[in-house]
């Protein structure tokens, strides 16, 4: 069983390990979590009692997904329901990797472009829009940690998805429930990996293109 990440400093321990991440990434990641903590005063982008494990809950809770997919290339991942940038921002920090966030709420985009000018990463774009309205582009990568059921999710989703389309999906305790309920071709789209930063998470992993005609049951 892969050990979990209960403090914060194995946290940011892995990330060094796992990512090898520069200064420059190092210190950025150090000044988003700070202005997450700024704005968290204004607006509820995560939960207050998360803040004293901050590296665990939120930064490397969303480094992980990127452990699931390092591709290098050009192909564009795609954070739906983006909220504070979680994961998108932290794959953005580690990553060159060109990245959509797609956020339907104004005061959650305003904070969006403030990090990405204040850390100048110039390959975030960020869609203030839902995702019913965004322009189809095809993914290499979809993420989503709070977002939709599962279900729903591949729904709206599934036409930006390719045969090539890495799919990484946190769902708590519910991952294998969710997957459950899905119709078979889904199903076999994915399997279940354990989060490295909860007990009782999971990550649904799948690689695949939604094809409309399975839609339904």
């Known amino acids: ?5 209960e403090s914060e400093e194995s946290a940011r321990s892995w ?35 998360t803040i004293p494990t901050i590296w665990v809950r939120h930064v490397a809770d969303s480094a992980q997904l990127l452990s699931f ?7 564009i991942w795609i954070d739906l329901g983006s909220g504070p940038g979680l994961p998108g921002l932290i794959v953005a920090i580690l990553s060159a990797r060109p990245m959509l966030l797609v956020e339907s709420r104004k005061r959650r985009c305003d904070f969006l472009r403030e990090v990405v000018s204040d850390l100048q990463l110039s390959h975030v774009e960020i869609a203030e ?35 090539s389309t890495r799919w990484l999906l946190p769902k708590g305790r519910n991952a294998v429930k969710e997957l459950a309920l899905l119709p ?11 989060s490295r930063t909860d007990a009782e998470s999971q990550i649904l992993v799948g690689t695949g293109k939604v094809a409309a005609k399975q839609r339904g049951r």
């Open 184 to 194: 078979q071709p889904w199903q076999r789209m994915f399997h279940v990996e354990q």
């Open 69 to 75: 997919d390092s591709r290098d290339g050009d192909g």
């Open 129 to 163: 829009a839902p995702l019913e309205r965004i322009d189809v582009r095809p993914a290499a990568t979809i993420s989503a940690r709070a977002f939709a059921p599962l279900d729903r999710l591949l729904d709206l989703s599934a036409r930006f998805s390719t045969e």
């Open 1 to 5: 069983m892969t050990p979990l990440l």
């Open 15 to 49: 990330i060094e390990t796992a990512f090898a991440p520069t200064a420059i990434q190092v210190g950025q990641m150090e000044r988003f979590v700070d202005l997450l903590i700024r704005a968290n005063e204004q607006q509820n982008l995560i939960a207050a009692s």
